[in-house]
């Protein structure tokens, strides 16, 4: 039961009318909450509890009702919930969403009695009303310009596929299989671990295993799309006979009508030109254009829900040649991290991929296939183990060496810089991933000061102020071939 602050009477809002609580919410756009609330400097925000502080504070001391933790909506007399959310302003000033926007908690329990257009989750997601706020870490909470105020609305083909994700969320959970959920299950919605620690585990219905607190939540990929409003964003067009397949079989049958065409075959039949450069460019574009995209859009199903689209080319050798790379990384970044479910890697792990296979055949390649994939749960405890050996090497020293030819020499680049080696994990410490040189070009800072190649451009800085050339996770070749194995590719 929601507690107000002052006589219901005196609110300056009607809580039975959504159209009122909306009115009213909409005052705060373009505008900090101090500015709207004549805050003073020593306002203290509420006591910490489920949600933000920035969103206690809105609902303390803007629509004057007590912050609770309670199921029912926040407006309960219209029904409505109450998100505030963090946006960020990027480099090239473009606005993101900074996290996922949770819905609620999952009773393990309960849900898998539920029904997608009865649940909990979908009651929740039909009338929220969004803050959306920019993160300025330097600014008080209350200084914090807010950007956006609406009701977020859904179209139809969005709640088809978050529908088609609460259905696999909770088929899992059917299974017995909660302890296995993860992030790249799914494309829009996903089950995002929840809680102060990962540690806090609950129990499971049709299994003894406890699995780890989670909550329904659209995921920030989906947000930002949400914020930028789609612009140069192109959703997949479905022809006849389309109508009634999921999105993933919309896909994978797009690809399927072109499996076993070599590259220059693919190109005549899309009406692409034909050309000597094979590039990773190249193999884009064909995949857009296999998929009904214009070479300058993006995909908007892809970009909503974060799918990684990577080719892979297979060799005859039945071998992959180039490792899967993650962003790179500054290495005090990396060890600022609270926790491993916080890291970066994790959430890059947690993503989905869709594969595009070729493979070798004489001098061409041939479209082999296509698969959505992600990484197993177990398999993200083993990647864990790869994040976790990389920050306790850096905090307690790197070694850099020189590399030298069997013959004693100094090995060098093509360019003539000198070669050297480390003990960060190599593609054999357990065979799921490893960290290597993400920069195209060397660059070292050594314990004595002698620099070779651009510090500032290719080198990230190290604990004790020596630098070296700037790394990020990689996924081994070796493991994405056996996955690629198992999907029978």
């Known amino acids: 039961m929601v507690r107000y602050l002052v006589p219901r009477e005196e609110l300056p809002y009607d809580p039975s009318d959504k159209d009122s609580i909306v009115r009213y919410a909409e005052r705060l756009e373009g505008h900090s909450l101090r500015e709207m609330t004549q805050l003073s400097t020593e306002t203290e925000t509420p006591k910490s509890g489920n949600k933000g502080s920035l969103g206690q504070a809105v609902e303390y001391y803007y629509f004057q009702y007590e912050p609770n933790s309670n199921q029912e909506p926040d407006f309960p007399e219209v029904g409505m919930e109450l998100k505030t959310t963090p946006i960020k302003r990027n480099k090239n000033k473009t606005i993101s969403a900074k996290e996922r926007l949770v819905i609620t908690i999952i009773n393990y329990c309960d849900v898998v009695e539920e029904e997608w257009e009865t649940s909990t989750c979908r009651e929740k997601m039909d009338n929220v009303l969004l803050i959306s706020y920019l993160h300025e870490p330097e600014k008080n909470i209350f200084d914090y310009e807010i950007e956006f105020v609406g009701i977020q609305d859904f179209p139809e083909s969005d709640l088809d596929i978050i529908r088609d994700d609460w259905n696999t969320i909770v088929d899992k959970i059917r299974d017995g299989r909660a302890h296995e959920l993860s992030g790249g299950d799914t494309h829009y919605l996903e089950a995002c671990t ?31 799309a949400f914020y930028r409003n789609n612009l140069g964003l192109q959703a997949i067009k479905r022809i006849q006979g389309e109508e009634g397949l999921g999105f993933e079989e919309l896909v994978l049958k797009r690809f399927g009508q072109y499996t076993g065409m070599a590259r220059e075959q693919l190109k005549d039949a899309l009406g692409l030109p034909q050309n000597d450069d094979v590039s990773k460019s190249d193999y884009a574009l064909l995949t857009k254009r296999i998929l009904g995209i214009d070479a300058s859009s993006q995909i908007e199903e892809f970009i909503k829900a974060d799918i990684v689209v990577r080719t892979v080319r297979i060799q005859s050798k039945d071998t992959i040649k180039e490792h899967v790379s993650f962003p790179a990384f500054e290495f005090d970044e990396l060890l600022e991290e609270p926790c491993w479910e916080d890291s970066e890697f994790y959430t890059a792990c ?40 990389t920050r306790r090497i850096i905090r307690e020293g790197v070694s850099i060496e020189r590399m030298h030819t069997k013959g004693g020499q100094p090995r060098y680049t093509s360019t003539g810089k000198p070669m050297f080696s480390n003990n960060l994990p190599d593609p054999g410490y357990n065979g799921i991933a490893h960290v290597r040189p993400h920069a195209s070009q060397s660059a070292y800072r050594l ?13 990230s800085i190290l604990p004790d102020g020596r630098a070296m050339t700037k790394q990020s996770f990689w996924l081994n070749n070796t493991y994405i071939r056996a996955q690629l194995k198992l999907k029978g590719i």
Not at 198 to 208: F, K, T
């Open 350 to 389: 947690e993503r989905e991929f869709l594969f595009v296979v070729f493979k070798e055949d004489g001098s061409d390649y041939r479209l082999s296939g296509a698969t959505f994939w992600s990484m197993p749960v177990k398999d993200i405890e083993k990647a864990k183990d790869v994040w976790k050996e």
């Open 447 to 459: 314990e004595d000061g002698t620099e070779y190649g651009d510090i500032s451009k290719d080198a």
């Open 194 to 224: 929840k809680g102060s620690s990962s540690a806090q585990l609950q129990q499971q219905p049709y299994s003894d295993i406890k699995a780890k607190t989670r909550a329904f939540a659209l995921k920030s990929s989906y947000m930002t």
